[in-house]
């Protein structure tokens, strides 16, 4: 599903070139719960803006579904991006004067999903995090836990194929974060493929691939094999 | 993005922002009320002195004294002309084309009644006028070409100078000074209101007595032809002059020392005045919309860069550069069209609380015309205003980097 080889990310800034990536060379099947971590400026938040095509290379080639980034316009980018791709922030990035039902609805506007049929599938997305009593409720007005939830919900919406996950539950107390791990957790079972991106390692232990990246490099990536009773907790 | 959704996202995003949508389109309020208020009162008045300009006639032409300009007349200008005298009016009546002469000479003196002075200005001119000018009297009766045969002092008073003199009471018969003369009160005009043909403050008196008497003259200020409808009026112009040419013995038309005007003209002339001043004061009022339309460009940027994280959410849920541009298009642009409306329906408030104050306390029979042109015009301005002011705002949103404008504080 996607397949990135000898990835390169080279930022100018005041003429001092930085090379956030360094021939980063991977690919994750579809169906993968992958949590890439590192330390901070390791690179790894550029590697999930590329994959999710929020940004593009300075080098090396990324196929994303057989197709490569370089072909593609910036506005079928955008239609990817809709059509096949999720977003959960660490900052929610919710509009918090809108209610969550138009949160949600945010990326179908921007679909060719009629809009007859958008208010199921918001109701839908928004009972499958477990708030349908707030549907109607401003955003602003929930708790941290409750807004992640409503990212969760906004992103999956569309149903798109990979759901990226940048620092989920970095606003978080424990108890939210366990909560919105979990439900990513859920997602997985079903066969949703979730890229993760984070710096705690219970967090990273939900998934069951895990890249570490260091300097722009992959360091290791290696599979997370475990059972019910080794489940990990998020502790902060 | 469908466009009903895009109105929806923007009409959405301006409701949460109440008190800031509604004093941004302020400015756009105001402008397209001033430029209805204008235009409508420009229209309102330009028919209204079309209205009165015809009650006359556009049969008639005048001749004044002086060689033509372009300019105001000679004898506004304070230079005595003794050039159209009692031989030109026997000449002109002679002419087959002309239906009557009337001549005029003015002046201004102190009339007084009692103990009650006002100063007036007079006309004096043979009874013929009064027909020519569709001259109305509310009480009393015209004087008769014997009455100025007979330099018999009596005169007719405008509404307003009955009123100043004599109040409630019925003027006719009375007497009234004029300067050092005593004048007798024959009747009373009725009222026109406020106007450029109104005698509500004029007194009339006949002819001889005005020129030879109160003046001491043997020259006109004016004369007034009534021309045969059969006949073109330019045909009717040429004869005239040719006449006047002879009387007054000038062989080339560069020395002419008189003027002639056709209603017609007079009618092209307060059109063009009017419509041009109309124009005029919808450019200034156009003004405060460029204005109105400069604070919108501002609100819209403090918004653009308040909502950066919003515009970097929807780009990175799958909204193109131009999704966004028209969200930001569409809102402006809402904007200025609610704020033209509200304009359109202010502005005939305006006009129509002008209508009743005109009317009113002005006693002036105005018919107030709300042109459909200025509603037309109001609104395609203040859609382009929103178009032009509001699409550089766009731009900047829909450039945004989605990465940079998530990261954004």
Redesign the interface.
Known sequence: MIEVHNLEKEYVDEEMPTRALRGVTFSIAKGEFVSIMGPSGSGKSTLL?IL?F??RPTGGAYTFQNKSIDDMS??EL??V???DMG?V?QSF?L?S??SVY?NVE??L???TIP?QKRQSLVGEAVRSVGLEEKLYVEAGKLSGGQKQRVAIA?ALV?DPNVLFADEPTGNLDSASGLQIMEILEKLHEKGRTIILVTHETQTAEFANRIIRVRDGMIESDVLVTRTAHTRPVVLK | ??L??AFC?AT?SLM?RKMRSVLTMLGIVIGIASVITIMSLGNSAQDYILGQVQSFGTDIISINPGAPTSGPPAAVQGIIITTLNARDVASLKQEPSIVSVAARVSGQATASYGTVERSIIWHAFSPVGFHMFNMELSQGAPFTDADAGAYRKVIILGSQVAKDLFGSVNPVGKQVRLDDATFRVVGVFAPKGAGVFSFDNYIVMPLSVGQKQMLGIDYYHELSVQFDSRYDSTFVKNRIASILRQNHHIRSADKEDFMITSMEEALNIVTSITSALTWFLAAIATISLIVGGIGIMNIMLVSVTERT??I??????????W?ILQQFLIESIFLTLVGGLIGIIFGGTLVGLAYVLVTRFAAVDWVFTFPPAAVALALIVSTASGLIFGLYPARQASRKN??DA?RYE
């Open positions: 803006q999710s929020l940004d910036d506005q955008a239609h991006r809709n059509k977003f922030f990035n509009l004067r809108m138009d945010i990326p506007l921007y679909s809009p906004r569309a | 993005m469908l009903r959704d996202t959405r949460q994280r919003e970097g959410l929807r780009k990175a849920v799958g909204a193109t550069e999704d989605p990465i998530l």
